[in-house]
């Protein structure tokens, strides 16, 4: 068999993997240069469980949520093969980042290998359309207000956001048009995109063959063996262990599925999935005018400079101790979309564990008792009780009922606690001038009211209701004496009643110390109509020391 | 793999073990890779097989009215469930003349290619619409292209009302 041209096993498609599995590697090919098989074989794992998925899934907005808790309660596997799903959505952009970064030390995106580069950004944005179609499916709270936000910021481009965002809702409003579009987008489309990407990148690949690590560009390239099985054997092994991580957080943590979206709630707070946290944070970072810089331009410009780099950056020269402006430009951006996106989680984090204060609350007595307070299951009970059909919609910065898009700035945690338990012993009813309506009593057990509790406090909106630097608990006497002065100058009892003195036309101030939280009272006080549009209540013009006086007073009636 | 590996390995001198271990490990690692997607995908997707359906037990009426000379048409309504849809549908079975002690229920659907089929009084007669097949009273193939009988239901009597198990 000396001509490999007489041997059969040598045509067609056997000849094709023989030609892929012998491709000389260079010296120095080695564990960083898997990160792209791992990305090949995780586009496997995306298609062969959404092909899964697609099985049971319904694109509509009447029957999307209840197929997928079918997929999640009834299907067998079918919670591991959604987590697995999801959690390999996750460590595709994990890869991607990590094959960006080896590609652009090494040098790899220089000349010849341009186009490679071009089809390897390209798959980036294709992968986070992916990520951005994929997140509405469930249909639950998070997929509904997070795919908003997202296609909020879309909105915001100049000129086109109007027509964009009517394109992508479907309409004027998203509902299950925007569901059907994303489904087609998610599971036709783009995979045909992708498909076509992967070919080209895979192509110019092989014609190009692997990029030696600290060479320069015309530097002449040794060899040292063939793709397999050695470095074959390298992919397969951290493939492996990649996957093994998904399925078991698959396994262990399955992928969320929170209540069904509710588009009239308004105290819902959307938080992307964490590959967004880095966009989200700079959202937050730039308010008002400037927001069209973080949402668009920014992220524009990063797009830009990564598919014309091989054109900006013609120096042939790969080693990088001899590139060091690429070096240091390079190493910022990727430590500023790390630590932004650090920052973003450690926010959420920090809004989750501040609604959960007292994290554990043991019920004396029996061991059954002790439950842990948790804001998702008071999150639940929101939306069973629902307490925004009242307290959501349209009653934002209101006072009866009072609307709770910053309860967590306004009430105290003990306050609210009790109350939701009880009802009506802590507020029998309204009086005065008010209207007759009463919240309900729900009949909450301890845990329930603790749950809700947690939940609400989490509702904050820091921008309007910013802590202050005052410490009003070192407020000495004298302080107090001046402020209960001054709510009997300007006429506090015309309108509110403090134990036996005042009137029934504004919220009793009797116990209004234990009730909300000194900021909120100094807040409130200062400029009530842009807590509460339209209320009753005067701005009465005071200067900060006599509002400190006034909160210093207040804070004493409990 | 016996295509793998022939003229180009040797290429570069590299040792025999180290070359073996790396082969095998290929193998072993990405079939456990295809495992762990093929027996939960294949389980996914046979899912209903292993799905124990609970059974439906249909309330008809109180027994006086099945006792009738000619069998007797009964409708019922009955709340059917795909996946996780609910529908309300419409139904029926036919109720034999009361021979003996013991309620006798036939399906309507008639077991070639699953029509329903309906009495024919001149005939006396079960007579299926689409292919002409045709059933005695007690359901027993008269002649047409029916394989099997008309199929009987379990029934019971609760209190002197009527139940009929729904085939499913």
């Known amino acids: 068999m000396n001509s490999q041209k007489d041997n059969p096993k040598l045509h067609g498609l056997i000849a094709a993997a023989r030609h892929f599995l012998h491709e000389p590697m260079p010296k120095g090919v080695s564990w960083p240069h898997t990160f792209g098989s791992v990305l090949l074989a995780l586009i496997v794992v995306q298609v062969v469980t959404g092909l899964l998925l697609s099985f049971y899934y319904s694109p509509n907005s009447d029957a999307a949520y209840e197929s997928v808790q079918y997929i999640e309660q009834e299907v067998a596997f079918g919670s591991l093969i959604r987590g697995v799903h999801h959690f390999a959505a996750s460590a595709m952009v994990v890869m991607l980042f990590f094959h960006i970064a080896r590609t652009f030390f090494y040098g790899a995106y220089k000349q010849p290998r341009q186009w490679t580069w071009i089809y390897g950004v390209t798959l980036l944005i294709v992968v986070l359309g992916f990520a951005f179609t994929g997140y509405l499916l469930p249909w639950d709270m998070k997929a509904y207000f997070a795919t908003k936000v997202g296609i909020n910021i879309g909105g915001l481009i100049p000129v086109v956001g109007a027509y964009l965002v009517k394109v992508l809702q479907g309409g004027r409003e998203m509902g299950t048009t925007t569901l059907s579009r994303f489904y087609s987008l998610h599971v036709i489309l783009l995979p045909l995109v992708l498909v076509f990407c992967v070919g080209l990148h895979l192509y110019y690949i092989r014609l190009h063959g692997e990029t030696p690590p600290g060479l320069r560009n015309d530097d002449k390239i040794g060899f040292a063996g063939t793709f397999y099985p050695a470095q074959l054997f390298r992919d397969s092994l951290v493939v492996f262990l990649v996957i093994a991580v998904v399925f078991g957080l698959a396994a262990a943590f399955g992928a969320p599925l929170e209540a069904k979206a509710d588009p009239n709630d308004t105290t819902y707070l959307p938080r992307p999935d964490w590959y967004f946290y880095g966009l989200f944070q700079l959202l937050k970072l730039l308010l008002g005018n400037l927001e069209v810089v973080g949402a668009i331009i920014l992220p524009g410009v990063l797009v830009a400079i990564l598919i014309l780099l091989p054109f900006l950056d013609k120096n042939p020269e790969r080693r990088l101790s001899k590139r060091p402006g690429v070096l240091a430009g390079g190493s910022a951006a990727i430590l500023v979309i790390v630590l932004l996106t650090a920052l973003g989680g450690y926010e959420g984090r920090v809004a989750a564990n501040a609604a959960a204060t007292p994290d554990l609350v043991t019920v004396e007595g029996e061991i059954e008792d002790t439950f842990v307070v948790d804001p998702r299951m008071g999150r639940r009970l929101y939306v069973e009780l629902k307490c925004g059909e009242c307290h959501g919609h349209g009653s934002a910065g209101k006072n009866i009922p009072p609307g709770l898009e910053f309860a967590g700035n306004k009430y105290k945690y003990s306050w609210l606690g009790e109350y939701l338990m009880e009802p009506h012993r802590v507020r029998w009813q309204t009086r005065g001038l008010r209207p ?83 900021s909120y009272l100094f807040h409130i006080v200062q400029a009530p109509d842009k807590l509460i549009p339209g209320t009753g209540m005067k701005n009465f013009q005071l200067d900060l020391d006599e509002i400190e006086e006034l909160v210093a007073y207040l804070r004493t009636l409990r | ?31 456990l890779i295809a495992l762990a997607l093929a027996v939960p995908g294949l389980g996914f997707l046979l899912s209903p097989i292993f799905k124990n359906e609970e059974e439906i037990w249909i309330e008809l009426g109180p027994q006086s009215r099945f006792r009738s000379e000619a069998p007797q048409k009964a409708t019922f309504k009955y709340e059917s469930t795909a996946g996780y849809t609910r529908k309300v549908r419409n139904s029926f079975v036919w109720i034999l003349p009361d021979s003996s002690e013991a309620l006798v229920a036939l399906s309507a659907v008639c077991s070639h290619t699953g029509c329903n089929v309906a009495w024919n009084e001149g005939e006396q007669l079960f007579v299926c619409p689409c292919h002409d097949g045709r059933y005695a009273t007690n359901g027993e193939v008269v002649s047409g292209p029916p394989p099997r009988p008309l199929q009987e239901l379990q029934v019971k009597l609760e209190n002197g009302t009527v139940f009929v198990k729904l085939l499913v």
């Open chain 1, 436 to 518: 007759v309506a009463r919240m309900p009593d729900f009949k909450l057990s301890e845990e329930e009211a603790l749950n809700l509790t947690s939940y609400l406090m989490a509702l904050r909106v820091d921008t309007k209701l910013p802590e202050l630097g005052f410490d009003w608990a070192a407020a000495d006497s004298d302080m107090v004496e001046s402020g209960a002065e001054l709510a009997f100058e300007y006429g506090c009892l015309g309108c509110h009643r403090v134990g036996e003195q005042g009137q029934d036309i504004g919220p009793g101030l009797s116990n209004v110390g234990s009730k909300l939280q000194d």
């Open chain 2, 1 to 31: 793999m016996p295509w793998i590996g022939t003229k180009t390995d040797t290429m570069v001198n590299q040792d025999l073990p180290r070359r073996n271990f790396f082969k095998h490990a290929i193998v072993v690692l990405n079939s």
